[in-house]
């Protein structure tokens, strides 16, 4: 571990909203890639960014689950540089998954960086991807003398896993009591993930800036303008009563000083009403004003506070994280509604001259639930890069058509996308889907044989209650088989209730309690330590697991109390076990033990 680095730490305030959401669909996952003048050779590609994690160790983290809130825990996994053959940001968080937030991959002359926002920003992954370029260059071309990149500063590890969000919070900044109004919202069948349609645009910045100032206007203004007026024109007339209004991230650390490599952005709403005789001229001007008006250290202060205040609220943190987060899927819903799309500039990428006879672009996008537009330059090329779940390409026609009636030159770049287009395999996928169907066709056999020899359905339900049984334990089985400690212990909870409602509805012999439940508990707390040395698990993946099946082993003494267990014997021992166990890890692991604690139930 290097010196000063945390060996976990909680999400900024950004990421707090991102693993709830992330879906198969939805994979909260951005690339930024470098394209170079020459094929890319893995082996150095691979040292090169052994290299760059040195420098980011912050990166090296995976996501895990506490009680109250997600947090991100260090990992001694090595990222690996791949060869390309996923589709384009494609899923990284996979709950339960021990996985890096961020994947490396190349494809002929192509570096990829792909990254789960929960882990950082654009600001982050373009800093990450230039330090990964220049140790790729400088090992590929040592007879070259390669200047510094800007990247190089002198930050400290506090400083690049800083929460600049709290640090800059301030309960004394009023709230925003504005409220947009909800907008249009882009409708109808979506494409899934693997047939998502990258469409990038290669401009002149020299062009496009000089078409800017011509009408006073900054280039991320002006693409706005026209990003709005072509979204516009494929909305029905019906529903043109509501704004088209676009999601403009930005950069906090231009207003707050800040060398954090976690999340530290906001956003502004950016949108426009249209009417019969509403121009161009007309929305560009509207949305200059809104620029110059939400772009002011005081506004971007007052919204930035409104997104930590919610985090800080005492009731919000005491919720469990299990129930707290479908109140973040609800939220980011009903932001949503005021949200047509999304335009993120990263800005600049900024190489020595020396570099430029390796580098030929730069390129950034991102997935998308139907549409999104991002951009970034590099020399004198501002690249374009749309994502779309929308079939057909008609909103990104009439974009061009704009840059066509002010002439700008333009390139469309058809890049080649490996995985695009194809299914990805589902890892087990089918086994379960044959599985649940013939755990349905058992009961619905059952079914049919007993009324034909009965005329009636008096055993059919015993039966039908069993298949329902089975699948259900296997179902939890395959949704938690990523993490098998975990699974043992919902297959503890849901096999010890099985047991008592079946022993309940057969007369209430009490075996579920006699016998299941302490029998069960034994067979966890043993398995753990067993599990932890096979697969070579760090204390922080066991301990609080092993804590969760000590105290469940220390249930049935509690029931023998009662006078709920009738044969005490197994109860007796279980308790006793456990008791021993939990007592060992206090003593003898107390300091990681309440760490994991400390970790699992932050509010």
């Known amino acids: 571990m290097k010196s000063g680095y945390s060996n976990w730490r909680k999400l900024d305030n950004a990421a707090l909203a991102f693993p709830p959401a992330t879906d198969k669909n939805d994979t909260r996952v951005f690339r930024m890639y470098c394209e170079l003048k020459e094929t890319v050779d893995p082996e150095i590609l691979q040292t090169a960014l052994d290299h760059t994690m040195e420098k980011y160790p912050l990166f090296q983290v995976v996501l895990r689950k506490g009680l109250f809130w997600f947090y991100l825990e260090r990992r001694d996994i090595r990222a690996v540089a791949k060869k390309e053959v996923k589709p384009p940001c494609s899923r990284l968080y996979i709950p339960d998954k021990k996985a890096l937030l961020f994947e490396v991959s190349y494809y002929e002359n192509r570096i990829n960086f792909e990254v789960y926002h929960a882990l950082t920003d654009g600001?982050?992954?373009?800093?990450?991807?230039?330090?990964?370029?220049?140790?790729?260059?400088?090992?590929?071309?040592?007879?070259?003398?390669?200047?510094?990149?800007?990247?190089?500063?002198?930050?400290?590890?506090?400083?690049?896993e800083e929460?600049?969000?709290?640090?800059?919070?301030?309960?004394?900044?009023?709230?925003?009591?504005?409220?947009?109004?909800?907008?249009?919202?882009?409708?109808?069948?979506?494409?899934?993930?693997?047939?998502?349609?990258?469409?990038?645009?290669?401009?002149?910045?020299?062009?496009?800036?000089?078409?800017?100032?011509?009408?006073?206007?900054?280039?991320?203004?002006?693409?706005?303008?026209?990003?709005?007026?072509?979204?516009?024109?494929?909305?029905?007339?019906?529903?043109?009563?509501?704004?088209?209004?676009?999601?403009?991230?930005?950069?906090?650390?231009?207003?707050?000083?800040?060398?954090?490599?976690?999340?530290?952005?906001?956003?502004?709403e950016v949108g426009y009403t249209f009417t019969e005789t509403t121009t161009f001229q007309d929305v560009l001007e509207d949305v200059k004003k809104q620029f110059e008006t939400e772009l002011v250290k005081e506004k971007i202060a007052m919204h930035m506070n409104g997104y930590v205040r919610l985090e800080k609220n005492p009731v919000i943190r005491a919720v469990p994280l299990e129930v707290k987060k479908y109140f973040l899927m609800v939220g980011a819903a009903l932001g949503s509604r005021r949200i047509t799309t999304v335009y993120s500039n990263i800005g600049v990428v900024r190489f020595p001259e020396e570099y430029e006879q390796y580098i030929e672009r730069f390129g950034f996008f991102t997935c998308t639930e139907a549409l999104q537009l991002c951009s970034c330059s590099y020399g004198d090329e501002l690249l374009l890069g749309f994502t779309s779940k929308i079939p057909g390409e008609s909103i990104q026609r009439n974009f061009l058509e704009y840059l066509k009636k002010d002439e700008i030159s333009f390139t469309e770049e058809r890049n080649d996308f490996p995985g695009c287009g194809e299914e990805q395999k589902k890892e087990g996928r089918k086994a379960y889907q044959t599985f649940t169907f013939l755990c349905l066709a058992a009961a619905v056999l059952c079914g049919m044989i007993n009324y034909m020899t009965a005329q009636t359905l008096n055993w059919f339900w015993f039966a039908a209650a069993g298949s329902f049984c089975a699948w259900l334990v296997v179902s939890v089985g395959y949704t938690k088989r990523r993490n098998i400690?975990?699974?043992?212990?919902?297959?503890?909870?849901?096999?010890?209730?099985?047991?008592?409602?079946?022993?309940?509805?057969?007369?209430?012999?009490?075996?579920?309690?006699?016998?299941?439940?302490?029998?069960?508990?034994?067979?966890?707390?043993g398995s753990i330590p067993v599990i932890a040395k096979v697969n070579h698990l760090e204390p922080e993946e066991y301990l609080f697991y092993l804590v969760q099946a000590g105290i469940a082993g220390c249930i049935p003494i509690i029931l023998v109390w009662a006078g709920i267990v009738r044969f005490t014997y197994p109860s007796v021992i279980c308790a006793g076990i456990s008791f021993l166990v939990l007592a060992g890890l206090f003593i003898f692991q107390k300091k990681n033990t309440v760490g994991e604690f400390h970790k699992k139930l932050r509010m």
């Open 163 to 268: 929460d600049s969000f709290s640090q800059y919070y301030s309960s004394e900044t009023p709230k925003n009591k504005e409220k947009n109004p909800r907008a249009v919202r882009l409708k109808g069948e979506m494409l899934g993930h693997d047939d998502m349609q990258i469409l990038e645009i290669s401009i002149p910045v020299k062009e496009i800036l000089d078409k800017a100032r011509s009408y006073g206007a900054s280039i991320t203004a002006y693409l706005s303008a026209i990003f709005i007026c072509s979204i516009h024109e494929e909305i029905p007339r019906n529903r043109q009563k509501r704004p088209v209004t676009l999601m403009v991230p930005v950069n906090l650390r231009n207003f707050f000083p800040s060398e954090s490599m976690a999340n530290f952005f906001g956003w502004i």
């Open 485 to 525: 400690l975990k699974n043992e212990m919902w297959q503890l909870l849901i096999i010890t209730a099985i047991a008592v409602l079946w022993d309940v509805f057969t007369g209430w012999h009490r075996w579920s309690v006699d016998f299941v439940l302490p029998f069960g508990a034994m067979a966890v707390l």
């Open 123 to 160: 600001t982050g992954a373009r800093n990450f991807l230039q330090e990964l370029v220049q140790n790729y260059l400088k090992l590929q071309h040592p007879e070259t003398r390669f200047p510094e990149t800007e990247t190089r500063q002198r930050a400290t590890f506090r400083d690049h």
